[in-house]
């Protein structure tokens, strides 16, 4: 019940605000019917004329022919109108909806998936969508009129063409059936298989230069090819099963009309009906037979396309953030670790019974050797993974219970790794929101991007990823973005690793010197200077603390921090 709630989310969006246009094309469409079964009629009554001679009748019938032509023509330039503004609409609204269900998950929750489905379930599956769902929801409605008009025209004329025509399209409707249902089949196994080569492509795009510099261009080459074989397979099956299925009722189709004519020509021999009957009725044949064959194909493909409407709904519930409880945006009592134990792997834990407190405004260094634990100690204090064993608790309120959207507006990490979206240096460090320009102004000066925007400009645009700024330059916009966030807690995982010394030294005597904040800092640079700036320094060693202390104190106990500090300089 669940999942079918969710997949009526997304399909009431289509229509959220866009009745009208929907209504609209409906109510066109119905009347697009009608003007074909006109003519379909004027087709046996000019042949009742020509048998009658009557050539008035036939002047008259021209005239009104010519203006239910320009009528029809009317009523089809608007139905194309509102179907396409409704087609547009519903697609920007579930496309919304998508990114915004998408945006509720947490960081834990979107980094243990694979971005693939979403670029696919976004792109490929959304042309399918467009195709299969919407734009044949609406023929489907079509066919069903043009049936519905049809088959009451042909009652009208002559219930024994009428009986007999219900009679033969039992063929065609059995064959479409049967066919159909492998075609849904098809339809969801190529939107697996092109999730897997959306999936290989971007592998092989972001590690283009990793590929070129180990010169394995041939590897990749046969990978992908493999890849795209295999896809080409997949959706040679959907269009072969496609073709079979409209060859096949196509055929019956012919054999109905062709059924329906001889008979239609014994009942004219006989004197029961008049032979402009018959050719109306082997032309509402169309009507008929076509709603026949297009149906069933239409009513899979429609399916087949609700089947990754359904895929969509459940990869965006998966692994969503829960709504825990709210904190407020600020750090009264501390952050305090009882115990906490939590590794990747089970049984191969990478915090090891870890007991921490850190006091509301102080600063803290996070130091050890590379693998002990403190880039995790940072991930678990974001709340990126909830496995752990123990209890992490913000001012008393335990972080699995914690909402994740509050949890966000109180802390803020920099992290080693810095994402730039392809626009300008402002945007990048503002995130597209508006800020006072002077504190826009304190953040660029803090982070040490003063001279790149004196330089270049805000307007000046990072590229794709920030290829066009050095990695010092980014690591700044990341520093300068969570300076102008303001957040009470700033977690920092080498945030000043790519910068050279004296930028790396100024930078953080800015962070360090900033009132009020909660500053938790993991680093590997062990200046003087800055090392006496910390509260405490908390030293790890395989997933423990080994010791913690001021700087002075732990130079003077000359331990394990006293070697690390001794070889860094």
């Given amino acids: 019940m669940k999942a079918n709630a969710d997949v009526r989310e997304y399909t009431r969006a289509f229509y959220q605000g866009n009745r009208l246009n929907f209504t609209l094309a409906l109510i066109l469409i119905i009347l697009s019917t009608g003007g074909m079964l006109y003519f379909s009629w004027v087709l046996g009554e000019v042949t009742n004329i020509m048998a009658a001679g009557d050539l008035p009748w036939l002047w008259r019938t021209l005239g009104i022919t010519f203006i239910a032509l320009a009528v029809t023509l009317v009523v089809e330039l608007l139905m194309y109108y509102y179907k396409t503004r409704f087609v547009h609409q519903a697609l920007r609204q579930y496309k919304d909806l998508a990114f915004s269900r998408l945006s509720e998950k947490s960081i834990s929750a979107f980094s243990r998936e694979n971005t693939s489905r979403y670029l696919s379930a976004l792109t490929n599956d959304t042309n399918s969508i467009e195709e299969n769902y919407l734009n044949r929801s609406i023929l489907l409605i079509y066919q069903g009129a043009m049936f519905v008009g049809g088959l009451g025209m042909m009652f009208l004329l002559s219930w024994q063409l009428a009986l007999a025509t219900v009679a033969l399209a039992a063929i065609p409707t059995a064959c479409s059936l049967l066919m159909s249902r492998q075609l849904t089949r098809w339809e969801r196994a190529m939107s697996d298989q092109n999730e897997g080569f959306v999936a290989q492509v971007k592998d092989f795009l972001s590690g283009f230069s990793v590929i070129k510099s180990f010169k394995a261009e041939g590897e990749a080459n046969r990978l992908f090819q493999a890849a795209n074989a295999e896809t080409e397979r997949v959706k040679e099956h959907r269009r072969r099963w496609d073709a079979m299925l409209s060859a096949a009722t196509q055929q019956c189709g012919t054999l109905l009309q062709i059924g329906i004519f001889f008979y239609g020509a014994w009942l004219a021999i006989g004197g029961n009906i008049p032979m402009g009957t018959v050719l109306i009725t082997l032309n509402l044949c169309n009507c008929f037979t076509q709603p026949i064959q297009i149906v069933p194909q239409y009513w899979a493909s429609r399916k087949a396309a609700l089947t990754l409407i359904k895929k969509l709904a459940q990869i965006t519930k998966e692994n969503a953030g829960h709504a825990g409880v709210a904190i407020p945006a600020r750090l009264e009592r501390g952050i305090t670790l009882d115990h906490v134990t939590f590794g990747y792997v089970p049984d191969k834990p990478v915090l090891k019974d870890l007991s921490l407190t850190f006091e509301p405004g102080k600063k803290y260094a996070i130091v050890g050797a590379s693998g002990s634990g403190k880039s995790t100690l940072l991930s678990l204090l974001m709340g990126s993974y909830t496995d752990y064993a123990g209890s992490i608790a913000i001012d008393g309120q335990e972080l699995r219970e914690v909402d994740t959207d509050s949890l966000y507006d109180l802390a803020s990490l920099i992290g080693q790794n810095v994402f730039l979206f392809d626009d300008t240096v402002r945007r990048n460090i503002t995130m597209f929101r508006d800020f006072p320009a002077d504190q826009v102004e304190t953040a660029v000066k803090r982070s040490g991007l003063s001279e790149l925007v004196a330089q270049r400009g805000e307007d000046y645009r990072c590229g794709e990823n920030g290829v066009n700024l050095s990695g010092g330059e980014r690591q700044r916009v990341s520093i300068a973005r969570a300076l102008l966030r303001g957040t009470p807690v700033l977690l920092l995982d080498e945030a000043t690793a790519a910068l050279d010394n004296q930028t790396a030294f100024e930078v953080t ?45 732990l130079m003077e106990k000359k331990e394990f921090f006293y070697s690390l500090f001794t070889l860094a300089a």
């Fill in 509 to 553: 005597d800015a962070i360090l010197h900033l009132d009020g904040l909660t500053r938790i800092v993991v680093t590997h640079r062990l200046d003087e200077a800055l090392m006496d700036q910390y509260d405490e320094i908390i030293v790890l060693k395989d997933g423990r603390v080994r010791e913690a202390g001021t700087y002075r104190q």
